[in-house]
Nanobody
Framework: QVQLVESGGGLVQAGDSLRLSCTASGRALGDNAMAWFRQAPGKEREFIAAFRWSNDNVYYADSVKGRFTVSRDRAKNTMTLQMNSLKPEDTAVYYC??????????????????WGQGTQVTVSS
């Protein structure tokens, strides 16, 4: 089992920045992929970014590319999501996830086995 805990959500104004963190514990992550998703009220869970521990590539959704950046610390089993130039449409509950999807499936929420509890991000206009 892998436990994931997010932190760092809050209420900010449009144009502000916010950093989310996700710390994994439990079973060794190995070559697991980790990802960030978000879900706004009444909407489907949306992919934000993902990577595999085995390589340096990070894959981003077009909606956040250039504004959001994922960083990771393997020694601490932690990944962060730096969110800049936030917009009201970024308002959602943000989740981190871990699993072993194939590369082509990194953007699909159903392939991830482990999920954090979510953290609310609210961006006011």
């Amino acid at each position: 089992q892998v436990q994931l805990v997010e932190s760092g959500g809050g209420l900010v104004q449009a144009g502000d920045s916010l950093r989310l963190s996700c710390t994994a514990s439990g079973r060794a992550l190995g070559d697991n992929a980790m990802a960030w998703f978000r879900q706004a009220p009444g909407k489907e869970r949306e992919f934000i970014a993902a990577f595999r521990w085995s390589n340096d590539n990070v894959y981003y959704a077009d909606s956040v590319k250039g504004r959001f950046t994922v960083s990771r610390d393997r020694a601490k089993n932690t990944m962060t999501l730096q969110m800049n130039s936030l917009k009201p449409e970024d308002t959602a509950v943000y989740y981190c996830a871990a699993g072993r999807p194939i590369l082509s499936a990194l953007r699909l929420s159903f392939v991830y086995n482990y999920w954090g509890q979510g953290t609310q991000v609210t961006v006011s206009s």
